[in-house]
């Protein structure tokens, strides 16, 4: 997060709200997690169907204490990172995508990211204290109450996905 004042719950949905997603949507940054809490940025990664990133650690996809199906990748814009003044390497998201406004996936829409596929999943990407302790009350609030936080995904077809990677939307395999 930037230094200096705290910054207020207006002002920061005054910025968000002249968010703008432009260019090519394309993965960003890529962050696997070999260890509870450790993030290590890397140029690729191997995603695998039913896990997620095949070197995150085996309890990555558990959220107080339980497992939280459709929770193997995670994911978050660059814009909003910048938006809000956040490190993106600090929040501990898989994924940070540029070009592409999370928010407006649903549950079921897939991406082809280099040669995997991921579908959106049905669980809500909400912050939790960890998220809050790395930004600020006002980012914390407006990622959760205006859908800022990010989105969730599963793995549908393995493959390795790399920093750069273009991400297309595709139809599933009924009806292509």
Sequence with gaps: MKSGAPVSLDHLR???????FEG?????????????????????ATVRAGWGLENDH?????FRGERVLGRQVS??????CAAAGIDCTTIGDNLVTSG???RTLRPGDRLLMGS???VRSQPRHR?????RERTSAAIYQVAFDDDWRGALFDVVTGGTI??????ARVLPDSEE
Aim: negative net charge; charged residues 20%.
């Design 14 to 20: 005054s910025v968000l709200s002249n968010v703008s």
């Design 24 to 44: 090519v949507p394309s993965v960003y940054l890529i962050l696997e997690k070999p260890a509870p809490g450790v993030h290590q940025v890397v140029d690729a």
């Design 58 to 62: 085996p309890r990555k996809d558990f």
């Design 75 to 80: 994911a978050i814009s660059r814009e909003f």
């Design 100 to 102: 592409i406004d999370l």
């Design 116 to 118: 995997a596929v991921l």
């Design 127 to 131: 912050p939790c204290t960890l998220f």
């Design 162 to 167: 790399r920093v750069g990677s273009e991400i």
